[in-house]
């Protein structure tokens, strides 16, 4: 392939492709759980391993997002509802399931954060031990203001259907840009924590940090979703 072609792929990309935030990436920020990580949560050198395994990752009845390598919490959540307002068109599942379940297995203050699925030792690695102090606890488990849950009732509703009809003033879930549903766009089902969030690219300050798909100067994000 020449360069006229990659000038041609350009011009033809859409303006929205354009448009979309440069990859800040993981490497260094909060996610990277590594000894050259944001907070040193851990002395290992490994940075995808805390979410995803090569090899022996979590079977696929336990397959919350590609390749997971983390142990489940087992908390019980208190679910989004909206019996008060009765506002909510989408059902809520009655525990959070997938990309919600994901974050939550660090999140939710309750598992280790070098609890794994597989540990490898591949080149000597088996530094996965949480180092307390920071952001962890004696047992190695998520501390401070970014604990999220077990109270879910106070958060954007999340494990949630993307109910585009029936009068919710959502846009129509196949022309969203930016933020992903789960499976994906096309066919819409679910809001989970990675509709808004990309675990993978801090963003910018005052835009797209702290992990976020779209930028929230002037509500982007929300009125990425909501039609108002
Ligand atoms: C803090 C958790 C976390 C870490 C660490 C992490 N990922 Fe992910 N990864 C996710 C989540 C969550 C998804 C599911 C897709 C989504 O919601 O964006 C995912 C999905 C993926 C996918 C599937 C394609 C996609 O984007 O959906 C690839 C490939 C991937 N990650 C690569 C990596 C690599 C390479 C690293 C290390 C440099 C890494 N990830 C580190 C959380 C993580
Ligand atoms: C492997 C453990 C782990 C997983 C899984 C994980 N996180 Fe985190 N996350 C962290 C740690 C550690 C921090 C930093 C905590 C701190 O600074 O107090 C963090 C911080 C954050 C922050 C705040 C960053 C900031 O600077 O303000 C956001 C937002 C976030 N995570 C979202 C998510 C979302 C969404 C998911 C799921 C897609 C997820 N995380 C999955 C470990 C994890
Ligand atoms: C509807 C979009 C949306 C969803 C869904 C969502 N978040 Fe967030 N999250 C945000 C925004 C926006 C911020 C930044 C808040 C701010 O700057 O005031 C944020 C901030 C955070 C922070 C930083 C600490 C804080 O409270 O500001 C963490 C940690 C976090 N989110 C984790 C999660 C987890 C875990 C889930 C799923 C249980 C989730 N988020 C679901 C939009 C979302
Ligand atoms: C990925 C899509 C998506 C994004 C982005 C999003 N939301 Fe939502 N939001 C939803 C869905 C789905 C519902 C549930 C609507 C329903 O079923 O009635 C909802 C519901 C709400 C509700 C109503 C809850 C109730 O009880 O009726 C509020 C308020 C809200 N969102 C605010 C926000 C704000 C503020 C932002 C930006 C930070 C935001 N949303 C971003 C999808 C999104």
Redesign the pocket.
């Known amino acids: 392939m020449n360069r006229s072609f990659f000038a041609l792929l350009l011009v033809l990309a859409p303006a929205a492709l354009l448009a979309a935030p440069p990859a800040t990436g993981i490497v260094g920020t909060a996610h990277d759980l590594s000894s050259t990580g944001l907070n040193r949560v851990t002395a290992a050198t490994n940075v995808c391993v805390f979410c995803h395994a090569i090899h022996n990752s979590a079977s696929t009845a336990q397959q919350l997002i590609p390749d997971w390598n983390r142990a489940t919490t087992s908390t019980t959540f208190q679910m989004y509802d909206s019996t008060v307002s009765q506002t909510l068109k989408g059902a809520v599942d009655n525990q959070?399931t997938g990309a919600?379940l994901a974050?939550?297995s660090c999140?939710?203050g309750t598992i280790a954060m070098g609890a794994l699925i597989n540990a490898p030792n591949g080149g000597g690695e088996n530094t996965y031990t949480s180092i307390a102090g920071g952001v962890s606890n004696a047992s190695g488990r998520m501390t401070g203001?970014?604990?999220?849950?077990p109270d879910?009732t106070g958060?954007?509703?999340?494990?949630i259907t993307y109910q585009d009809n029936l009068n919710s003033g959502l846009k129509v879930a196949s022309t969203l840009i930016g933020?992903k549903l789960y499976p994906n766009n096309a066919t819409g089902s679910k809001?989970?924590?990675?509709?808004?969030?990309d675990a993978h690219n801090y963003g910018t300050l005052g835009a797209t940090?702290?992990?976020?798909r779209v930028t929230?100067a002037n509500s982007a994000?929300?009125v990425a979703?909501h039609k108002k």
């Open positions: 959070p919600s974050c939550l999140h939710d203001a970014n604990v999220v849950g879910l958060d954007h509703p999340v494990s933020v809001v989970h924590c990675g509709s808004c969030h940090a702290p992990f976020l929230m994000l929300c979703c």
